[in-house]
């Protein structure tokens, strides 16, 4: 898991470790961050189609 996490861009991978790991909530870590909570979920879902494609690339070999 770690390996295809280390694919995301470093602030991708905070925020994505945060909400899934951590079980950090959008909010939170958008106040945190200093950003809309629009952006942690833009960021979130950016994530995980970037790591689905990536797992199934993967799977595919």
């Given at each position: 898991?770690?390996?295809?996490?280390?694919?995301?861009?470093?602030?991708?991978?905070?925020?994505?470790?945060?909400?899934y790991?951590?079980?950090?909530?959008?909010?939170?870590?958008?106040?945190?961050?200093?950003?809309?909570?629009?952006?942690?979920?833009?960021?979130?879902?950016r994530?995980?189609?970037?790591?689905?494609?990536?797992?199934?690339?993967?799977?595919m070999?």
């Open positions: 898991m770690e390996h295809i996490l280390n694919h995301l861009k470093k602030n991708d991978k905070e925020i994505f470790m945060k909400h790991v951590e079980e950090d909530s959008v909010e939170d870590i958008a106040e945190k961050m200093g950003v809309k909570t629009s952006f942690i979920y833009n960021r979130l879902s994530g995980r189609k970037k790591l689905r494609a990536l797992f199934l690339h993967n799977r070999k």
